[in-house]
């Protein structure tokens, strides 16, 4: 169990429409990174939040968006949703501010997009 | 090109044998790690380097600054190490991207 805890598992929608990720990172863990891996592209970088701040943004679409509250955990926003977007989304954390370091990843959430 | 390039794509083995997984990129980096998910999805990081070698029971890691080169060896290979292992890089211009390696599958039969 690596401490991060994503929900939910899985999401069916419709094209479209909005949906919520949720990203609880380890206890002390200030970093929170989203990433998004499909059958066509891989994995791939979306954003980073470090203590409530927007610190690196990777290949997010202008259609996706994250925040990170003060309890730390974050919410991944993916509106006007595609075929294209249904993929598994991961977040990890890390104590610090960069990729230079050890990351905890959760199980992931696997959107479905019919 | 694919700035980190991972070899082989796919990897059978029989139980106990010896395999490595290479992984070449072309950008210089901070950090390398290695990561291992097994079917139904889960990621585990398994190390993180930026130089040299580092070991975690029957895995070894190594890195080579500038061949721009890393391996992950697995010694007395068992079917539970069947996974995908993944490469990827901390870009030393800006720490806070990770580039991805596409994976190498990899079965080891008893």
């Known amino acids: 169990d690596s401490g991060v805890t994503q929900t939910p598992k899985h999401l069916i929608t419709a094209t479209g429409q909005r949906v919520t990720l949720r990203c609880s990172p380890r206890s002390g863990d200030l970093s929170v990174y989203w990433y998004q891996q499909s059958l066509d592209q891989g994995l791939q970088f979306l954003i980073q939040y470090y203590n409530g701040e927007e610190r690196a943004k990777g290949n997010i679409l202008e259609r996706f968006s994250a925040q990170q509250f003060p309890d730390l955990h974050s919410e991944l926003n993916l509106s006007s949703l595609e075929l294209g977007d249904s993929a598994l989304y991961f977040c990890?954390?890390?104590?610090?501010?960069?990729?230079?370091?050890?990351?905890?990843f959760g199980s992931g959430t696997q959107l479905s997009v019919l | 090109k694919n700035e980190v390039e991972q070899s082989p794509q796919n990897l059978t083995a029989q139980e106990e044998e010896f395999i490595t997984i290479n992984c070449s990129y072309s950008v210089g980096i901070s950090a390398l790690h290695w990561l291992q998910q097994h079917p139904g999805g889960g990621i585990v990081s398994l190390f993180m380097?930026?130089?040299g070698k580092k070991k975690h029971g029957r895995l070894i890691a190594t890195i080579n600054i500038q061949e721009k080169h890393s391996s992950l060896h697995i010694t007395a290979s068992h079917p539970r190490d069947s996974a995908v292992y993944i490469c990827?890089?901390?870009?030393?211009?800006?720490?806070?991207?990770?580039?991805f390696g596409t994976g190498t599958r990899l079965q080891v039969f008893p």
């Open positions: 990827a890089v901390s870009l030393r211009r800006n720490t806070d991207k990770l580039i």
């Open positions: 990890a954390s890390s104590v610090g501010g960069t990729h230079s370091e050890k990351l905890f």
């Open positions: 380097l930026s130089s």
